[in-house]
């Protein structure tokens, strides 16, 4: 699968099949952006809850590189997306778009037609942007307020 960034070439594939050194880095950078993931046992657990819970997670990885670009989770049962993270040395190249069409695809091929996702404040014309409507505010575990996002596929 090729990016829509002319000069770095992806592939997404599940977290399972990332090379462990690729798994450390996406746990440094949940840590470093997100509050509400306070440790590295919290973000193994978080992972490991959404694989036994009928979900996926997966990774975008720079064919060239090495590197991992971005992650998304898809929890099927509750057609709901979750852990949307882009590198910051990646961010602004299409590739936050490219792991959500990836994700909507899945759920698509599931017989699913509609999908929904929380995100703070900030993120919310990005996803609006896409096609994504705001339903509203939650209080989140960690006490911020979660922007409700929805589509329809």
Known sequence: MNSTS???????IKYSKCPKYIQEEIIRQFLKEWDDYKDKTYVDRWITE?????????????????KFIGTIGIQFGETHIDGVLVSPAYRNHGFGKRLLQFAENQLKKKNTDKVSLYCYEHMCAFYINLGWTHNGVIKMKNGLLGHVMKKKL
Do not use: A, K, W
Request: hydrophobic letters at 40%; charged letters at 25%; glycine letters at 4%.
């Open 6 to 12: 002319p000069h770095i070439r992806s592939e997404i």
């Open 50 to 66: 959404l694989l036994e819970d009928n979900g996926q997670f997966y990774v975008m990885i720079d064919i060239d590189t090495n």
